[in-house]
């Protein structure tokens, strides 16, 4: 009854919110049907009572789903918000780079700029 918990815990974290609720879907499918054929540990739990059985289905499936579906959504929030610095990061480092070209281009204009002033000092002084 329990052992499908790695199952579900794994296909949330691959499929995110489609996992899970593929994942729980079939296990709630597999469970109604070994329930009501007999099988399984809910069959056997809940002995011939029907009402018993599908109170015991009922809790055992919103177990399942109680389980993986905050975790799908957590991690596609966390998905999300990842993604969202990771754009942040990337526009705040083009800005530097840009920044940088641009500090790096000053001087060299700044010696342009100036070097008719040197030139114009040099002749002076050299007069």
């Not at 109604?32 to 099988?39: A, K, L, V």
């Not at 342009?112 to 002033?117: C, I, R, V």
């Amino acid at each position: 009854m329990f052992l499908v918990f790695p199952f579900l815990l794994l296909t949330t974290f691959q499929g995110r919110l489609l996992g899970a609720t593929t994942a729980a879907a079939a296990v709630a499918t597999v469970a109604i049907w070994s329930t009501f054929t007999g099988h399984g540990a809910i069959a056997t739990f809940a002995g011939t009572s029907i009402f018993a059985k599908i109170r015991y289905l009922q809790l055992y499936i919103a177990v399942v789903l109680l389980s993986v579906l905050p975790l799908a959504a957590l991690l596609g929030q966390r998905e999300k918000l990842t993604a969202e610095r990771y754009r942040e990061v990337q526009a705040e480092l083009a800005h530097a780079n840009r920044v940088a070209a641009m500090g790096q281009f000053t001087p060299r204009m700044r010696s342009k700029a100036l070097s008719p002033h040197k030139r114009a000092a040099r002749v002076a002084a050299s007069s």
